[in-house]
């Protein structure tokens, strides 16, 4: 009989401490602080209107894409930004000129917070270079003479949507990028680009 009474005491023993372990270490887990992503790379798609040309609003249109990568601070709201963008088109003017615009900017960005609403607005300014090719600017237009690398200027902003920790939408991002290649007038050119795409989070 003493042997099942302290066989049932072990057993009510063991089951309390293995509850109070089970307790306490989720209770630690519950109080452990979740490490927020700090890294995100966005790979969008980008349209782009350009009013290269010089003289009027000689307009067209570019598509192409951009990788963003993003470092947060702490607080989270302000962020280091790298962007390369690479967009292209061939029918420049009746004459089917093609030029290809690519940039390597960089900048920093300014995100408020709000709260736990999966959507987060941000504004950034970015500064860096672009460089051009394509029959616009190679043979069948002299005036051009920094096609190789110009001044380049990325000021906008745009809304994300977050669907999970590690994944957002980039619902639409509106920039002004200004470039400075020699056109023979006034070495300014004027571009609208507005992307879309997905961001993930490291």
Known sequence: MRIRIKAQLFLLLAMTALSTASTVAHAQ???APISQPRAELALD????????PPGGCDCFNLNGGSATFAWQFKPRSFALVGDVSVAHTSGISSNSYSLTLSTFTAGGRYAPRFGHSPLKPFGQILVGVAHSSGSLVEGQS?????????F?????GGIDLRASRRISFRLVEADYLVTTFNNGVNDHQNNLRLSTGVVFHF
Do not use: W
Not at 45 to 52: C, F, M, Q
């Open 152 to 156: 380049a200027a990325n000021v906008g």
């Open 45 to 52: 798609y980008s349209y782009l209107r350009s009013n290269a």
């Open 142 to 150: 002299s005036t051009i003479s920094n096609a190789g690398a110009a």
């Open 29 to 31: 887990s519950a109080q």
